[in-house]
């Protein structure tokens, strides 16, 4: 069995090999060339250039505003960072509402050196997945607590808790599969509901805030460094810094308790 350390550079089929060997996945956000560095040779397997920049980069109060031609400017940067870890990045909020429309932004972010696109929720999105799927664009799907719906969420809440959320994000997630993802992330969800949909799910799924038995672990770099960004910080965050010693230290921590399983316990999950 290969391990993380042999592979020299993450694809979709090792992404998928890892899943049927349940080994985990280590995700952090990045944002510009040196923490891209940092972060990529200290274990992490994925690097999401999030639209969460726009809070923690920009200081605004959603993700709402950022544009695609933010999200390629930040992406082409982190892409000049890495060397193994795999690339995603957000398509920002409306850049998805339409297949064409996802197209035009999915093309500029692969060319400015992502590898996959991340996109929220399902519903209408599914279309979207398809069209992009069946034009070799890899996707990652987003469920549960999705910024770009805090408006109609009225917050950032967890999701999923009563019988009919939790059964319509089962069966969202099955779709989101169906449809052609090759990975989701699981924000915000009860940590029993994310270990079903991880059990039942034919992609790797990634947590943040759902628990340990999602297949891998995503944070965002921020808030895991505990810099204060005006805004308040998630349960699901835990201090790797004052653990490590330092950046790298901190996120060689957070790899090996990803992989260990030792993170996130019950004090970080809901």
Known sequence: MSTHAEIKKWTLPALAAAKREQRKLVML????YSFARVVDANGVDLVLVGDSLGMVVQGRDSTLPVTVEQMAYHTAAVARGL????LIADLPFQSDATP???LQASIALLQAGAEMVKLEGAGHKLEVIRFLAERDIPICGHLGLTPQSVL????YKVQGRDENAAA??????QAVADAGASMMVLECVPSPLAAAITAASPVPTIGIGAGPDCDGQVLVLHDFLGIDTGHRKPKFVKDFLGEGGSIAGAIAAYAAAVRDGSFPDAEHSY
């Not at 109609?152 to 917050?155: A, I, L, P, S």
């Not at 319509?168 to 997630?173: I, P, Y």
């Open 29 to 32: 956000t990045a944002y510009d």
């Open 83 to 86: 060397t193994r870890a795999m």
């Open 100 to 102: 064409e429309r996802a």
């Open 152 to 155: 109609k969420f009225g917050g």
């Open 168 to 173: 319509k994000l089962r069966s969202d997630a």
